[in-house]
């Protein structure tokens, strides 16, 4: 299961941002807007908060060493223990207030206070449209207690290390919080896959040991004949009971995921590189030109040359 995660990752390719490490003197409130193809996470580095996600009836707390990964990028607020009578600020006046210029990660940390709280903030970023379907079923966010401990030392090590990278002066400690940051990002995800997700529809194909052997085969050669027979063959199961299975586990029939798959892997290449269309659909598995445009228009919603144009 890690590498055929590791392998969705790698062609998401996710980016990682840290916008502050920030100290907040109770009472406050920040609003964090919606942002499209990016995975807020916040870490409580010292203290308590609240986390209202907007279209969730109840708030999350969050205690320290706790982390929460909002996978949409849906609009949230931020908000002390306390935060009656607190002035809701947006995270982009924060920022301006301060002069981010956007470079680097604002940093304003007091490790005296006791009664400070104080976060660690981020994204992840998606880049271009492509998506793996197992990101449109995620819960509007996932939240992890005690996160460091629970992860395991090394998790716990990681999250110090962001700490102090991202209040140090120390020459890379920018780029390292931030590549770390994407590592923390894809554990979460392993850990509430292997976890809270593991038996829900929409996710329990990628725990599955049978389903996810199939979905790794397919995922390492995209470009083979692939049909339910194969995939089943991969899997060690009988066609019928795979194909059902499969349905009930990834909420679409295979053949659905293999184009939809191989829709995304055309879309990223059409963007990022000057492949010919023929060259392209060989790569996704197609025979024929035509066959892999009448493909990606009833997926799409438009020929493959009128989305490179777009891009």
């Known amino acids: 299961m890690l590498d055929l995660l590791s392998e969705v990752l790698s062609r998401l390719n996710i980016k990682g941002m840290l916008y502050f490490r920030r100290a907040f003197t109770p009472p406050w409130g920040v609003e964090v807007p919606a ?3 990016v995975a807020r996470f916040h870490f409580a580095l010292r203290g308590k908060c609240w986390v209202r ?3 969730v009836t109840d708030p999350v707390a ?3 060493g706790d982390i929460i990964i909002i996978p949409h990028g849906t609009a949230h607020q931020l908000l002390s223990e306390d935060h009656l009578g607190a002035d809701i600020v947006t995270m982009d006046k924060i920022l301006s207030d301060t002069g981010h210029s956007g470079e680097g990660v604002q940093v304003h940390a007091n490790t005296k206070d006791d009664g400070l709280n104080e976060l660690i903030c981020g994204h992840i970023s998606f880049s271009g449209d492509t998506v793996h379907p197992v990101f449109h079923d995620l819960p509007p966010y996932i939240h992890m207690p005690n996160y460091g401990p629970t992860a395991g030392a090394w ?8 700490s102090e990278e991202t209040g140090g002066i120390r020459a890379g400690g920018d780029l390292i919080a931030l590549k770390l940051a994407e590592t923390v990002f894809a554990h979460s995800i392993r850990v509430f896959l292997e976890g809270k997700a593991s038996d829900e529809p929409g996710f329990s194909g990628f725990t599955d040991p049978k389903i996810a052997r199939a979905l790794q085969a397919f995922h390492l050669r995209p470009a083979d004949h692939w049909s339910v027979a194969k995939l089943a063959k991969a899997a060690g ?6 194909a059902q299975d499969f349905a009930t586990r990834m909420h679409m029939t295979p053949m659905q ?3 939809y798959w ?3 892997i ?5 963007a990022q590189t000057k492949m010919s269309i023929p060259e392209i659909a060989e790569q996704v598995g197609y025979s024929s030109e035509s066959a892999f445009a009448r493909a990606f228009k009833k997926m799409v919603g438009i020929t493959p040359s009128r989305y490179r144009t777009s891009q």
Request: aromatic share 12%.
């Open 35 to 37: 942002y499209k193809k």
């Open 53 to 55: 996600v907007f279209g």
């Open 62 to 64: 969050l205690a320290q």
């Open 155 to 162: 998790m716990e090590a990681t999250l110090r290390v962001i």
């Open 237 to 242: 199961r009988s066609r019928t009971g795979f």
């Open 257 to 259: 995921y293999v184009t």
């Open 262 to 264: 191989r829709m995304q």
């Open 266 to 270: 055309a879309q990223q290449v059409l």
